[in-house]
């Protein structure tokens, strides 16, 4: 198992889960993802990273699968300019390469918002790590334990 991965199970522990991590093809996309699980597009809540220019720090959007985050609305929510995270910085923040980020199990805290589409569903899945393994959960304890703000930031 590997080091992401077993993050992400501890995390899921540590909150009081009891981990259902499923092995997936391939899960880069939130349509792989969703045709892999049996489920909607808009149940998989992607983690889709930017770069706060002033911070420095990378910022977390859980959006649901068939959504695209909105420059605008994402930049007046975390409060300053946003940029492409590169993969240097998403791994260092958060233990995770692009393509598997996933909401919980982070090496450093994060600032996340959740887009409410998400809250529409009683159970919706995200990735655990790699690209290929992904964990369902309810979208009110993904809120919960990784401290997202609930917020309008799609097109």
Do not use: Y
């Amino acid at each position: 198992m590997s080091k992401s991965l077993k993050r992400v199970r501890a995390a899921l522990e540590a909150a009081g889960l009891t981990p259902e991590i499923r092995e997936t093809e391939l899960a880069r996309t939130a349509a792989d993802a969703a045709a892999a699980v049996g489920c909607e597009v808009d149940q998989i809540a992607k983690s889709i990273i930017f770069r706060g220019e002033t911070s420095g720090e990378a910022i977390l959007f859980l959006t649901a699968g068939g959504n695209r985050v909105d420059a605008n609305k994402a930049t007046e929510l975390a409060g300053e300019p946003l940029g492409k995270a590169d993969a240097a910085l998403v791994r260092a923040q958060t233990g995770f390469a692009i393509g598997g980020v996933s909401p919980v199990g982070h090496l450093s805290p994060i600032r996340a918002f959740l887009d409410p589409r998400l809250a529409a569903f009683d159970q919706i899945w995200a990735a655990a790590g790699t690209p290929h393994h992904v964990f369902p959960i309810s979208p009110a304890r993904l809120e919960e334990i990784t401290g997202a703000t609930r917020a309008h930031f799609t097109a």
